[in-house]
């Protein structure tokens, strides 16, 4: 197998891991059951294997990301918030290990990125409650952080949290 292939294998069970999705939805309000987060799962995975060939093939744009992730909201019992973590963190990671461009991702939207680039039209509790009616004030979020990362959506999102995982793995 590939390196490539072995990165697509790998990556969609740890960062749904890693993103703590699975406790994340159990708190979001409605318990889903093991079905609901199974099917979470699959979708997901589609999701995500959709925009890999498309990052792949070179014809990823960021109108396709926005895309799954509001399908994947609208279909699964997820919020957008919860949705756009996952996907932005694997395809973040992916494009970094594969050496794929960063500029058409979006940044994974969380209260530390919130916090960190405070953006006067947006408050940081309006992420968990996000639905498709209020797609917008995502979208708001990613233009305000294409500005701060000078073109970049991903790069705050690297000075953010690589960074400092760097160090403290370092220390």
Not at 73 to 98: D, F, R
Request: proline content about 3%; some cysteine.
């Amino acid at each position: 197998m590939c390196i490539v292939e072995t990165i697509k294998k790998v990556l969609v069970p740890v960062w749904y891991k890693e993103s703590m999705i699975g406790r994340s939805i159990g708190k979001s309000g409605s318990k889903l059951r093991k079905e609901q987060k199974r099917e979470f799962k699959k979708k997901l995975c589609e999701a995500i294997e959709k925009l890999v060939r498309q990052v792949d093939s070179e014809n990823l744009c960021n109108r396709n990301i926005r895309e799954e992730i509001k399908k994947l909201a609208n279909t699964t019992a997820v919020t957008i918030g919860q949705a756009q973590k996952v996907i932005n963190v694997y395809l973040k990671y992916y494009c970094i290990l594969c050496d794929k461009p960063l500029e058409e991702l979006d940044c994974p939207l969380d209260s530390g990125i919130m916090k960190k680039h405070k953006n006067a039209n947006y408050r940081p509790t309006l992420l968990k409650d996000m639905t498709e009616e209020k797609f917008d004030e995502y979208e708001g979020w990613q233009e305000h952080l294409r500005k701060v990362g000078q073109g970049i959506r991903i790069k705050p999102d690297i000075d953010c949290y690589d960074k400092n995982r760097i160090k403290k793995f370092l220390k």
